[in-house]
């Protein structure tokens, strides 16, 4: 299971907060409530998924095999998760 951080920063409510991803949103899920992040924190309505996590977080998240990339290996990545997630919407809807 390889997790991936943004290394680009934002400050929102006080804090500093960073993106979590993953090479699929299974591992993205387990990793994350391996490290205490609630779900409602996985960002399911952005463009790309991903959790926002706060820089103590993602201490942890580099304490249990996090890594840091790159803003455009980042995109990479959540594309691919894009394309999971509406593949798996897509297979549950034949179902419906």
Do not use: C
């Not at 997790?3 to 680009?8: E, R, S, T």
């Not at 205490?36 to 942890?60: L, R, S, T, W």
């Not at 455009?72 to 297979?91: D, F, G, T, Y």
Request: aromatic share 12%; no cysteine.
């Amino acid at each position: 299971m390889t997790i991936y951080l943004d290394k680009m920063k934002y400050r929102w409510r006080e804090k500093y907060w960073t993106h979590m991803v993953a090479d699929s949103i299974d591992e993205l899920h387990i990793f994350a409530k391996l490290i205490g992040v609630k779900y409602e924190y996985f960002d399911k309505n952005a463009m790309h998924p991903h959790y926002d996590i706060n820089m103590m977080q993602v201490q942890i998240a580099l304490i249990n095999g996090a890594k840091f990339i790159e803003r455009r290996e980042l995109i990479e990545i959540v594309k691919k998760l894009s394309l999971e997630i509406n593949l798996k919407n897509k297979q549950m809807s034949l179902f419906d």
